[in-house]
């Protein structure tokens, strides 16, 4: 609530087509999806009497309304009514317009007879017992292989995490914690089968090679662990481009960040030290570092990553002594902030 609308986020196209309505065998009108040839009636709002539907994200959550009663639907939850909080219970003609992938709804209205945008934030779930429970909350959905205690888990964008673990550059970064009580003990020898699986859709990536070298980094005993075999051979993403969705398997909760693959991000290091236009001795000054940074892909290429390491740590000393002189402040920042993220990913210690 509250937020500027520029910050809301962008409203892909869905990978499944939401149909505003359906006729049912009695004669009613019923909201529906259709996916793959098949049609998903979505049903009503108890003791209503008809539904259709607006608008639908990645995930398939889908907004409309119930007999002129807003609804909410997901293939988990089915469909419920979308309560309004204490701040909009004096709107009036409330409209919804769209649901993005991160749940929250856009609509406008009149409060005391001025036009008014508003934004709902749903980013609780309810975490029910058993085993395999799967749950959608706001941009992420959660595979819990064992929940012993119920209770509600929570998706909050956080960019704040991500830049005090300097992280910054990123594609999404979520704070995930959950109430409920559940149970990874077994994930050292089976991370697929006991751990939680958490997926992230990327609408941004175009591009497969660049889809297929996201990492996924998750924040484990205070440090940020990259998810891509360097640390923990068992701990890596895995990738779906024709869905553009990205998955981990981890045995618990904390911050998320999602970055480019340490190939991409050396390539748009390199490219941003040429974007600079440097004079020619400040450019050859700078030739070795740029030539550490070809090094370290070829070294994280091959798996080496204490020898990438070394080589970002040369690059960033090098910017640091730069800075004032052969380098504005500003570039040197740049460039040391992009580094930074660069062994993080890595996992360079």
Not at 201 to 228: A, C, K, M, R, W
């Amino acid at each position: 609530m509250g937020e500027p609308l520029t910050r809301f986020g962008s409203f892909s196209g869905p990978l499944n087509a939401v149909r505003p309505a359906t006729l049912t065998a009695d004669g009613q009108t019923h909201a529906a999806v259709w996916q793959n040839g098949t049609v998903t009636d979505l049903g009503v709002i108890a003791d209503t009497l008809g539904s259709f539907a607006v608008s639908i994200n990645s995930f398939g959550q889908v907004v409309g309304y119930s007999s002129g009663i807003p609804f909410i639907w997901d293939n988990v939850n089915g469909v419920r009514e979308l309560y309004f909080p204490v701040g909009l219970l004096g709107i009036r003609n409330a409209t919804l317009f769209n649901i993005n992938d991160a749940g929250q709804v856009l609509g406008n209205g009149e409060i005391d007879d001025h036009a008014v945008f508003f934004l709902l934030t749903p980013n609780t779930s309810t975490t029910s017992m058993g085993s395999n429970v799967l749950v959608q909350s706001g941009g992420a959905t959660l595979t819990f292989s064992s929940v012993t205690s119920s209770g509600t888990t929570t998706v909050t964008p956080d960019q704040t995490s991500a830049a005090n673990y300097s992280l910054s550059n990123n594609l999404g970064a979520y704070d995930i914690s959950t109430t409920a009580i559940y149970n990874t003990s077994g994930y050292a020898s089976d991370p697929i089968r006991y751990g939680i699986k958490v997926t992230f859709y990327v609408s941004s990536i175009d591009d497969p090679n660049v889809f297929n070298g996201l990492t996924i980094t998750h924040v484990e005993n205070g440090q940020p662990i990259p998810y891509n075999g360097t640390i923990d051979p068992q701990k890596i993403t895995y990738h779906d481009f024709t869905s553009r969705k990205v998955w981990v398997y981890v045995p618990s909760l904390s911050p998320f960040v999602i970055v480019n693959g340490v190939t991409d991000q050396i390539s748009d290091l390199i490219r941003l030290v040429t974007s600079f236009n440097l004079q020619r001795g400040i450019q050859n000054s700078l030739d070795v570092k740029l030539q550490n940074a070809q090094d370290a892909l070829t070294a994280a290429r091959s798996g080496n990553r204490s020898s990438a390491c070394n080589s970002i740590a040369s690059f960033i000393n090098e910017a640091l002594a730069q800075s004032g002189n052969a380098l504005s402040v500003a570039q040197a920042n740049q460039l040391i902030a992009s580094a930074r993220q660069i062994r993080i990913t890595l996992g360079c210690r």
